[in-house]
T-cell receptor
Framework: KAGVTQTPRYLIKTRGQQVTLSCSPISGHRSVSWYQQTPGQGLQFLFEYFSETQRNKGNFPGRFSGRQFSNSRSEMNVSTLELGDSALYLC????????????FGPGTRLTVL | KQEVTQIPAALSVPEGENLVLNCSFTDSAIYNLQWFRQDPGKGLTSLLLIQSSQREQTSGRLNASLDKSSGRSTLYIAASQPGDSATYLC???????????FGKGNQVVVIP
C-alpha cells in the first residue's frame, strides 16, 4: 500500500507570495493533519481535516488555511509569505479515530527569501 | 496545555550498547503515545504506538513502555547499530482530538 505522498518536495518563494502544498493520504484514510517543523519550535500542529471538514485547528494566523477533497486529498495554503514561514511542512494521515496510528509523509521544504 | 519533554536532547553511544530514551508529559489525559524516528531532512517514520490502556509495546529490537499516571514513556533500543542514528520523537494524543503534541526529540548517534 502506498504511503503518504506530498508535493512538491521543495519550494522557494519570496516574501509576500502565496503557496499551496498538497498531500495524498494512505488509501482508505479519512483524517489528514498538517504540521510545521522548525529548528526552534519543533513540530507544531496546524490543522486536521476529516471528511472534508476542519476538525481541529492550531494556533497559527489566518494566513494558513487548508481544505480536504472528497477523495481525502488535502491542500494547505499560506498567503502573504513571511521569512518565518520557512519550515518543513509535514502531512499525516490516519484511518479516522483518535486511537489510530498516524503516518507521516516526507514533507515539503519551504524556503522563503 | 500539554508539554512534552525529551531528555537528553542528544546522545552518542558505541555500537552494540542498549539505548534508553526518555519522554515525559504533563497531562495524563491521553488516548495514546507514539514514538517516531526522523532522519535528517526527512519525514517521520512511526515506530510504536502505545494505547493509554497498555503498559508496553514491542517490535523487534524496540520496546516502549508507558506509565500514564506518572506521565512517562521510555523507548529501549537493544544492541544499537549505526543505522539507528537518527532523531527520535515522542508524541502524545490528548483526549478529544487527533492533535499530536511532540517533544523536541532525542538526537542519537551510534558510533561504529
Amino acid at each position: 500500500k502506498a504511503g503518504v505522498t506530498q508535493t512538491p518536495r521543495y519550494l522557494i518563494k519570496t516574501r509576500g507570495q502565496q503557496v499551496t502544498l498538497s498531500c495524498s493520504p494512505i488509501s482508505g484514510h479519512r483524517s489528514v493533519s498538517w504540521y510545521q517543523q522548525t529548528p526552534g519550535q519543533g513540530l507544531q500542529f496546524l490543522f486536521e481535516y476529516f471528511s472534508e471538514t476542519q476538525r481541529n485547528k492550531g494556533n497559527f494566523p489566518g494566513r494558513f488555511s487548508g481544505r480536504q477533497f472528497s477523495n481525502s486529498r488535502s491542500e494547505m495554503n499560506v498567503s502573504t509569505l513571511e521569512l518565518g514561514d520557512s519550515a518543513l511542512y509535514l502531512c499525516a494521515s490516519s484511518l479516522q479515530g483518535h486511537t489510530d496510528t498516524q503516518y507521516f509523509g516526507p514533507g515539503t521544504r519551504l524556503t522563503v527569501l | 496545555k500539554q508539554e512534552v519533554t525529551q531528555i537528553p536532547a542528544a546522545l552518542s553511544v558505541p555500537e552494540g550498547e542498549n539505548l534508553v530514551l526518555n519522554c515525559s508529559f504533563t497531562d495524563s489525559a491521553i488516548y495514546n503515545l507514539q514514538w517516531f524516528r526522523q532522519d535528517p531532512g526527512k519525514g517521520l517514520t512511526s515506530l510504536l504506538l502505545i494505547q493509554s490502556s497498555q503498559r508496553e509495546q514491542t517490535s523487534g529490537r524496540l520496546n516502549a513502555s508507558l506509565d500514564k499516571s506518572s506521565g512517562r514513556s521510555t523507548l529501549y533500543i537493544a544492541a544499537s547499530q549505526p543505522g539507528d542514528s537518527a532523531t527520535y520523537l515522542c508524541a502524545v494524543r490528548p483526549y478529544g482530538n487527533n492533535r499530536l503534541a511532540f517533544g523536541k526529540g532525542n538526537q542519537v548517534v551510534v558510533i561504529p
